[in-house]
């Protein structure tokens, strides 16, 4: 299997504008889990879907985030407007029961 | 929340010496994962181990789940041993979020 798939693998965008991560989880895993990783805050959860269904959402951290599942092999975090504060690792993982399997990240840079 | 505590927060190693990692955790646990983050970013899976012991290879963990902790032996470390060891758990059994440590920076010198 190749593995929890996230692109783009880098972004850098100018403050204000909308950006868009995306997520290919492992196949057959029912759950989906975004995080984002930052020196301050260390990995932290921003939301997560079982079965495609959003449980938990109360890590993103206002309405300039959302994020979407619309079928069981793909998944997106979109910032919209994004701001400098945003800059961090952001990491997809999945899992089917307990063990979570993480992808490489998207390492996001708003100037 | 539930709280996740590792130690030493960081480490240094000369080549070929060994070393243990320490998680300590405030609540039962379902759920406990140990991941090496490399100096590239990548999140690697090194044990699911809500119990009990694993071996793979120079890696060893052992978790006490009643007495809520988790250890992680490194034995004859290597150069490529160096990054930041994470711990993490659930509370819940099933498709439920981990919480993270602060990790533990580990560098190897040759």
């Known amino acids: 299997d190749a593995g929890v798939i996230q692109s783009p693998r880098h972004e850098v965008t100018e403050m204000g504008q909308e950006v868009t991560l995306r997520c290919k989880p492992i196949?057959?895993?029912?759950?989906l889990f975004w995080y984002r990783q930052t020196m301050m805050r260390g990995l932290e959860l921003l939301i997560y879907f079982n079965n495609n269904v959003p449980i938990d959402d109360s890590g993103m951290p206002e309405d300039r985030f959302s994020a979407k599942m619309p079928n069981a092999s793909f998944s997106t975090l979109k910032i919209q407007p994004s701001e400098p504060r945003d800059s961090a690792v952001y990491f997809c993982?999945?899992?089917?029961?307990?063990?979570?399997?993480f992808g490489p990240g998207t390492r996001l840079t708003v100037t | 929340g539930i709280q996740v505590e590792q130690s030493p927060p960081d480490l240094i190693l000369q080549e070929g010496a060994n070393s243990t990692l320490r998680c300590n955790f405030s609540d039962s646990v379902n759920n406990l994962q140990w991941f090496h983050q490399n100096p590239w970013g990548q999140l690697i899976n090194l044990f699911y181990i809500p119990s009990g012991t694993k071996q793979n290879g120079r890696l060893s963990a052992t978790t006490v789940a009643t007495e809520r902790y988790s250890l992680l032996y490194i034995s004859s470390s290597q150069t490529t041993d160096s990054g930041v060891y994470f711990c993490a758990v659930t509370l819940n059994s099933g498709n439920t979020p981990l919480v993270f440590g602060k990790g533990t920076r580990l560098s190897v010198i040759a």
């Open positions: 993982a999945s899992s089917f029961g307990n063990e979570k399997y």
């Open positions: 196949s057959g895993h029912n759950s």
